[in-house]
């Protein structure tokens, strides 16, 4: 493959990499880096040395009482795709490869991210604003499903709404 069309294919992969991403699920999990500590306040997150992300901007916290809790977990699926295997062929001293198909290969698609949410009544003090679903960290949501219903809690959410 010639250093130029090596060049376009890398340029279209990348130009397909971000269109695929800012089409995520909307989910907010897996979309920036991942949180340094597990405590509830959130807001140190790693920059993660192995990309150029920026940070995500902080979200205010939100104080109500604690409604509900939900889990929703990992989907996946099996799928197959074509297995290639590189194929060389030598003649008077050139030698010129290829990729050929040789049958399928299964491998495991994530269909939806693994999600823990919490529904707050009386956010931020304002009674109207009832089973207000929040998606925030593991930490929290264990510390949610450890408190009483309607006690009081504080936290900052990673997203707003759980989506099943």
């Not at 807001?43 to 940070?55: E, H, M, N, P």
């Not at 995500?56 to 197959?80: F, I």
């Not at 823990?116 to 009674?127: E, K, T, Y």
């Amino acid at each position: 493959m010639s250093s130029r069309r090596r060049l376009m294919v890398a340029g279209l992969t990348m130009v397909l990499m971000a269109g695929l991403g800012a089409c995520g699920s909307g989910s907010g999990q897996g979309d920036g880096p991942s949180p340094v500590s597990g405590n509830s306040s959130g807001g140190q997150y790693d920059s993660g040395d192995d990309d150029d992300r920026a940070t995500p901007p902080e979200t205010a916290a939100v104080t109500g009482l604690r409604d509900a809790v939900r889990h929703v977990s990992r989907k996946t699926t099996k799928v197959t795709r074509p297995h290639m295997v590189r194929k060389c062929t030598s003649s008077k001293g050139s030698r010129k490869c290829r990729n050929v198909r040789s049958g399928t290969e299964t491998h495991t698609r994530v269909v939806r991210q693994e999600r823990w949410c919490v529904s707050l009544n009386d956010v931020d003090g304002d009674a109207k604003r009832d089973a207000v679903w929040y998606q925030v960290t593991r930490v929290t949501y264990d510390e949610a499903a450890a408190a009483d219903r309607l006690a009081p809690m504080k936290f900052t959410p990673e997203a707003t709404g759980c989506d099943q």
